[in-house]
C-alpha cells in the first residue's frame, strides 16, 4: 500500500480473508504507524493474521548514508529477508 490515509478497506479485507500472515515495512516510525494502522484495522474487523511491522524504533538513530542506515534500522535487504524467513 502506498499510503496510511485513508486505508484501502477493500484491499485490507481482501488481505485478511486470503492471508494468515502479513509482514508491513515502512520507512518511518514502526510505533504509530502503517504497520499499527493495519494491525488496528484488521481487529477492529475481526480479521487475525499473524502480523508483523517492519519499522524504525523509537529511539535516537545515528548518521550515515542511506544504506548505512538501513542496515542500523533493520531494514535493509538482508535484515528484511532475514525476519521474514525467521518468522516460520
Not at 8 to 13: C, I, R, T, V, Y
Not at 29 to 47: C, K, P, Q, T
Amino acid at each position: 500500500m502506498r499510503y496510511i490515509k485513508p486505508l484501502d478497506e477493500a484491499l485490507l479485507s481482501e488481505i485478511g480473508a486470503r492471508f494468515g500472515r502479513i509482514i508491513t515495512i515502512e520507512d518511518g516510525m514502526r510505533n504509530g504507524g502503517f504497520g499499527s494502522a493495519v494491525l488496528e484495522w484488521m481487529s477492529d474487523h475481526n480479521y487475525r493474521p499473524q502480523i508483523t511491522r517492519m519499522g524504525i524504533d523509537d529511539n535516537f538513530v545515528e548518521h550515515g548514508s542511506v544504506e548505512q542506515l538501513y542496515e542500523i534500522v533493520g531494514l535493509d535487504v538482508e535484515s528484511i529477508k532475514n525476519n521474514i524467513m525467521n518468522e516460520d
